[in-house]
């Protein structure tokens, strides 16, 4: 008798929490989402991408053109025409006969290259995302929140954010009771506070508030996990 052994060889399960997924902004990032007076002014960049000043041709001559989100124009920008102020602003420009289809490349060639961002994707200047997770039904802090709450501590302490006050804002999303969920929200947030104080950061300067899931995100549902969140807002 003939015995056939089979092997049975599994792939490796991976898993990925929500943190590992989320890139880690610098501090200037973070500065410059809370508002800082100093993220006015661009940054300088290489000398070799001093022509790159965010321009395109119209009409033969060069003007400066910016989606919503960039910052590109160095000075003060010389008057906008009709065509390229419609292009800007994420609508078809009214082409004339004479421009036809070379235009309406040149739109849908803009508009595919630099796509608006998704509903819910972007907060007002002075609020920032501070990217932490918790363990289910807790307020202590991993140490990968740990690591991201000192970056925050760094930015609050220096530049012309180093004497603003700020609010820590606890969110939650829909899943259990509101009494439980307004209390988590409260003591995630109280949590981020005692951290940040424990850095350096003065407690006067910092105010935490637990909002359960009385505020989600943007275009996602109250149960998402999306809205299980710690928010830092500029007072």
């Known amino acids: 008798m003939r015995f056939i052994l089979s092997i049975v060889v599994a792939m490796p399960l991976v898993v990925v929490g929500v943190a590992a997924g989320q890139s880690r ?6 500065a410059c989402q809370l508002g800082a007076a ?39 920008p010389p008057p906008v025409r009709p065509v390229q102020r419609a292009v800007t602003a994420g609508l078809r420009p009214d082409l004339s006969p004479g421009r036809g289809r070379a235009m309406d490349r040149g739109y849908r060639a803009v508009r595919a290259a630099a796509p608006m961002p998704a509903t819910g994707a972007h907060r ?56 439980a969920n ?26 935490a508030e637990g909002h359960g899931f009385d505020t989600p995100l943007s275009g996602t549902r109250p149960q998402d996990p999306a809205n299980r969140r710690v928010e830092i807002v500029k007072k």
């Open 38 to 76: 100093e993220c006015a002014t661009p940054a300088a960049r290489p000398a070799a991408d001093a022509e790159d000043d965010g321009s395109m041709v119209v009409d033969g001559g060069q003007r400066p053109f910016c989606l919503p989100g960039m910052a590109c124009a160095r000075g003060a």
């Open 182 to 207: 307004q209390d988590l929200s409260r003591r995630r947030a109280q949590a981020v506070v005692d951290y940040l104080a424990s850095l350096g950061v003065s407690r006067d300067r910092l105010q």
């Open 124 to 179: 007002p200047i002075g609020t920032a995302d501070m990217a932490l997770t918790f363990a289910n039904n807790s307020a202590d802090l991993s140490a990968d929140a740990q690591t991201r709450i000192a970056t925050f501590a760094r930015v609050l302490t220096s530049g012309s954010l180093g004497s603003a006050s700020f609010r820590i804002d606890g969110h939650t999303n829909s899943v259990g009771t509101r009494q």
């Open 25 to 30: 902004p610098s501090e200037r990032d973070i």
